[in-house]
Nanobody, 127 residues
Framework: QVHVVESGGGLVQAGGSLRLSCAAS????????MGWFRQAPGKERESVAG????????YYADSVKGRLTISRDNAKNTVYLQMNSLKPEDTAVYYC????????????????????WGQGTQVTVSS
């Protein structure tokens, strides 16, 4: 099992940047695919980005391509989401999730691919 905790959320003006972190427990972090998802008030949870266990493959939702970047540091058991050029529509609770090593391709963007979820961190972008 793996336990994940998100941090780094906050209030930022449109056009600004934030970096979210997701710290994972356990020595087998490097075996897990990782994903970021978000949920805005009154909306369903949606995918943001996913990264394979090795970091060699990354996938992004169309709405964030070119602005958000997912990365991981397996030595630090941490996955990151660098968010640039933020927009008010990026306002949401952002969740980190861990899934099986075999998760790949577009499955990295499917919530159902992931077994372990954090509690989320709030990101608010003001206009």
């Amino acid at each position: 099992q793996v336990h994940v905790v998100e941090s780094g959320g906050g209030l930022v003006q449109a056009g600004g940047s934030l970096r979210l972190s997701c710290a994972a427990s356990g020595r087998t972090f490097s075996r897990y695919a990782m994903g970021w998802f978000r949920q805005a008030p009154g909306k369903e949870r949606e995918s943001v980005a996913g990264i394979s266990w090795s970091g060699g493959s990354t996938y992004y939702a169309d709405s964030v391509k070119g602005r958000l970047t997912i990365s991981r540091d397996n030595a630090k058991n941490t996955v990151y989401l660098q968010m640039n050029s933020l927009k008010p529509e990026d306002t949401a609770v952002y969740y980190c999730a861990a899934g099986p090593t075999t998760t790949s391709g577009t499955n990295l963007l499917r919530p159902g691919s992931y077994n372990y979820w954090g509690q989320g961190t709030q990101v608010t972008v003001s206009s």
